[in-house]
């Protein structure tokens, strides 16, 4: 065994690029979470050769397979290391037996694959087990060391899943880098949410084509999981590339006439002809993101439309010359939070990753010590960003409410939003910048109200869709309704847009009728099953706010609750406003939390 190692040179530049994938702006900042000498770090990172131990560690960090980038010295060989015993989870959608015929027929070699899975690596040693819906799914994710995620068009768009991957995810940064995530896409045109795609930018997919390619895919991941790699390889035969995947579903940029339906899920694509207007809000947002250094903020629960609103605005501007960058902070993981530093370091870097500006940052951040983070971010945009050959630039800043979780550090970063803000009005070159600012939820941390950008631009509190326009949603999906059939899901589901979006799909789809529907939605065979077991599983989660839901549904006038807890529920979209106080969003939340609640 060499007693150092270094990585091979045609890998360089992937491997600095898994520095900000990984939740570090900067050399120093993994440095430091790996408690090692920076030179170390920098060393590595440039191909130069470091200690054979700290390469593992470093390859671990930011979540490369060590022997996939090594340069190894001729006629050595990298030690064998054998995992006796993994612990496996499989996570896949699946349906119950009593649910659709159409999803039984579509899941069937979905449900073969997974079973061909369990008992080859039950057979191989290994502690098997599913991942299902229920609240033990976070225990087993925590202490098992591979999470085999088969991507089919249905676990794309599942919410629960997407729960789970996100967790896996926030696992993965955290402890050691288990469990070890190997996606299996099982249908090339899956179309994946902005969401599932960044929770897995960086890890190697491969793609299963039908049964002939099963016993290769069997035996190479029991060959996988033996040698202890933590990544599918990206020279074997099922390997695909994410670019693949999602080339074609991204090349269309105009709505297309007619178009079968799209089972939801996420933002709704630019290219959706199932887009729903709200009027006059997407006009005067087109307008207003046009004006010299603008900023348009959007509230609204969970799954309202926010994401995909705001996706049509950076469209927008970006038809009138500007360029955009969108950035959610739910994909930031933890360690981004540690201090006002690390999170602003991240946020440029994330910047300007996405404008191929990247390099430039180390020099801007030198006097980080001396002149303050908020400086030196402000510095970056100046030289760099908003530089006077350079056109326009519009942010979207996504799940922005997940600051209000760090008050130090939200303090600090809201008030530099509003101070470039106010620049634009005596500087031309903070006039290019302009900014969306996207939450759930009010702001329940205390802001100087000088200091906020909460109180300022063009607010806009994304509505529900109104009865008109549910019935052109249905006409959108071949349905021809009445106004009783409008009444009669709105009294079920309100005008919840993501709900009505989801009855309209497997309505228009013959997977049930609107009767059948409305009778059994808070069943556990209906379609909403995926939707409200995710609220449960959260709501199970935080003790305080499930005992807050139930104390909401449990009664049948409105309740006055603590308002950390009222605004989170509303943030999640299980509650609304009346008045001060607060009762539940819709009939089909009240009926399902009520008989789920009592008695936990």
């Known amino acids: 065994m060499p007693r150092s190692l270094r990585v091979r040179e045609e890998c360089i530049r992937a491997v600095k690029s898994c520095l900000l994938r990984n939740g570090f702006p900067s050399q120093k900042i993994l440095a430091e979470d790996l408690g090692m000498a920076q030179s170390t770090v920098s060393h590595f990172l440039n191909g130069k050769p470091v200690d054979y131990a700290n390469f593992i560690e470093i390859c671990r960090g930011l979540g490369q397979e060590w022997r996939d980038i090594a340069d190894f010295e001729a006629n050595s060989e990298p030690e064998e290391v054998v995992l006796v015993r993994a612990k496996v989870a499989i996570v896949f959608e699946g349906f119950p037996s009593d649910r659709f015929a159409n999803a039984n027929a579509r899941s069937t070699s979905n449900t073969t694959l997974s079973q061909q899975l369990h008992q080859a690596l039950s057979a191989g040693g290994h502690e098997v087990f599913f991942i299902n819906n229920s609240s033990d799914s976070a225990s087993y994710l925590k202490r098992c060391d591979y999470l085999l995620l088969l991507i089919s068009q249905e676990s794309a768009a599942s919410e629960m899943i997407l729960e789970q991957v996100q967790l896996a995810k926030e696992l993965h940064n955290l402890t050691v880098h288990k469990p070890a995530i190997l996606p299996i896409l099982l249908e090339l045109n899956t179309p994946l949410s902005f969401d599932l ?59 297309l006439p007619a178009a079968p339906p799209e089972l939801p899920g996420g933002q709704v694509e630019i290219a959706s002809r199932f887009y729903i207007d709200r009027p006059p809000i997407e006009s005067r947002c087109y307008e207003t993101i046009a004006q010299p250094g603008a900023l348009i903020r959007i509230k609204a629960p969970r799954q309202m439309g926010k994401t995909s609103l705001m996706a049509r605005i950076l469209h927008h501007a970006e038809q009138q010359g500007s360029r955009t960058v969108a950035l959610s902070f739910q994909l930031a993981n933890r360690k981004i939070f540690a201090n006002s530093d690390t999170f602003l370091q991240w946020f440029c870097a994330s910047i300007g990753q996405e404008l191929g500006m990247l390099e430039q940052l180390p020099k801007c951040w030198e006097l980080a010590d001396l002149i303050g983070s908020n400086q030196c971010c402000k510095a970056y945009f100046e030289q760099y960003l908003l530089s006077e050959s350079s056109r326009p630039l519009t942010l979207g800043l996504d799940e922005s409410d997940r600051l209000f979780e760090s008050p130090e550090i939200a303090d600090d970063f809201f008030g530099l939003l509003r101070a470039l803000h106010e620049e634009a009005k005596r500087r031309d070159i903070w006039k290019k910048f302009r900014l969306i600012v996207v939450h759930s939820t009010e702001v329940y941390i205390p802001l100087d109200v000088n200091k906020s950008p909460f109180n300022v631009g063009l607010p806009i509190d994304l509505p529900e869709f109104n009865s008109q326009q549910v019935q052109d949603l249905a006409a959108r999906h071949g349905l021809n309704w009445n106004d009783g059939e409008v009444v009669e899901l709105m009294g079920l589901v309100e005008g919840h847009p993501y709900l009505v979006r989801l009855a309209i799909y497997h309505i228009s789809r013959q997977d049930v009728s609107l009767n059948q529907l409305v009778k059994s939605a808070g069943t556990e065979a209906a379609i909403y099953s995926d939707h409200l077991r995710r609220h449960l599983w959260n709501l199970e989660k935080y003790s305080e706010l499930m005992e807050a839901m139930r104390e909401v549904v449990s009664v049948s006038q409105p309740v006055r609750l603590r308002s950390e807890w009222g605004f989170k529920l509303n943030s999640m979209g299980l509650v609304k406003l009346e008045g001060n106080n607060y009762i539940p969003r819709c009939r089909l939340y009240e009926e399902y939390f009520r008989d789920r609640l009592n008695g936990k």
């Open 197 to 255: 795609l960044s929770y897995l930018a960086g890890i190697q997919p491969w793609l299963w084509r039908g049964v002939g390619d099963s016993f290769k895919l069997l035996s190479k991941i029991l060959t996988l999981i033996k040698e202890g790699r933590t990544s599918l390889t990206a020279d074997h035969e099922l390997a695909v590339e994410w670019k693949v995947i999602t080339s074609t579903k991204q090349s269309i940029v105009q709505p």
